[in-house]
């Protein structure tokens, strides 16, 4: 396999219990769902969940007619797996988003939230995901914003040393970015994707605003907030709907959906426990419903 870039390990994580449940984090979740069923097409074929984690939020694509929950993390995959079920509606892969195993243009939809952020090299990720869609397919990305109220603050009043207006991407933690709206717009556009709209998320992320107000009105207020996108991005988190666009042929949307991650042929074996590659002879574990591209048997 070509080397990729570090990925950030999920792996044995408590994401679900740590960061999410009674965490008193309902108002970004509930601002998130408000957001995708305004971006992403009620219903389609095939959605493809980039970094999926645990599933918090896959049933939102309950209008598609199958869904590809794919993750690097094995253990969030087996916490979905195990509060969705296990029939041909799901679909669980264990990969790496940089080395995608899913054949170009089988999905008309995929989204990618709270997932970017760990990406160093965006332009590599954005590639790979691009060639999964079906021209005229939607991606749905939220990204870290760099250029945030609090950002800007924190720089005049010289408590910040990076410039929340410079394009490149701030690691402020190890694999851990915020990026530049224009930055990230033009990359998809260098991908093979027309941005079309963005949404302002998370303006009222204050600790003393959620333990004051009602999460149900920061999340109506938040939901009119989210459309002054239009104006200017300057919340810490944005939403962002892009078309797939191009000349390929005809989307394969019926065609198998994996690939060989290591050499890219289109065709894969499936046997019982294993998908098995014709062409490099690499062998891909299927684990209790969880098809694994991590690394070969
Ligand atoms: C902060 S969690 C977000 C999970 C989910 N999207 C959510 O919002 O609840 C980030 C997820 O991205 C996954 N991830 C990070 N880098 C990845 C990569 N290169 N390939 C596949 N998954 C990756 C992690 O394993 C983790 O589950």
Not at 1 to 20: A, K, N, Q
Not at 52 to 66: I, S
Not at 68 to 92: C, K, M, N, P
Not at 147 to 157: C, F, G
């Amino acid at each position: 396999m070509t080397t990729s870039p570090d990925v950030i390990d999920y792996e044995g994580s408590g994401y679900r219990t740590d960061f999410w449940e009674g965490k008193g984090r309902d108002y970004e979740d509930q601002t998130e769902r408000v957001a995708i069923r305004r971006l992403l097409p009620p219903t389609g074929k095939r959605l493809l969940e980039l970094g999926a984690g645990f599933g918090r939020l896959t049933r939102e694509y309950d209008g598609y007619e199958q869904v590809i929950l794919l993750d690097y993390s094995t253990t969030l995959l087996r916490e979905a797996q195990q509060q969705l079920g296990r029939d041909d509606h799901f679909v669980y892969a264990a990969a790496n988003i940089y080395q995608l195993p899913i054949n170009e243009g089988v999905c008309d939809a995929a989204t990618m939230i709270r997932v970017i952020h760990h990406f160093a090299d965006v332009p590599a990720a954005l590639q790979q995901i691009r060639s999964t869609l079906a021209p005229g397919g939607v991606f749905i990305l939220e990204f870290a914003n760099k250029r945030n109220l609090k950002a800007v603050a924190r720089y005049l009043l010289r408590r910040q040393d990076w410039n929340p207006f410079d394009r490149e991407p701030v690691e402020f933690v190890k694999l851990n970015f915020d990026f530049h709206p224009a930055y990230m717009l033009d990359t998809l556009k260098d991908a093979g994707f027309t941005p079309e709209k963005q949404l302002s998320l998370s303006y009222l992320r204050l600790g003393v605003l959620k333990r004051v107000v009602p999460t149900g009105i920061l999340v109506g207020i938040d939901s009119l907030l989210q459309h002054t996108a239009s104006l200017g991005t300057y919340s810490p988190s944005v939403f962002t709907r892009n078309i797939a666009t191009g000349n390929e042929p005809p989307a394969l949307l019926d065609g198998p959906i994996f690939k060989c991650p290591a050499c890219g042929e289109a065709s894969l074996n499936e046997e019982t426990d294993r998908m098995a590659c014709q062409n490099c002879g690499k062998q891909w574990a299927i684990e209790d419903g969880i098809y694994n591209f991590k690394e070969p048997l």
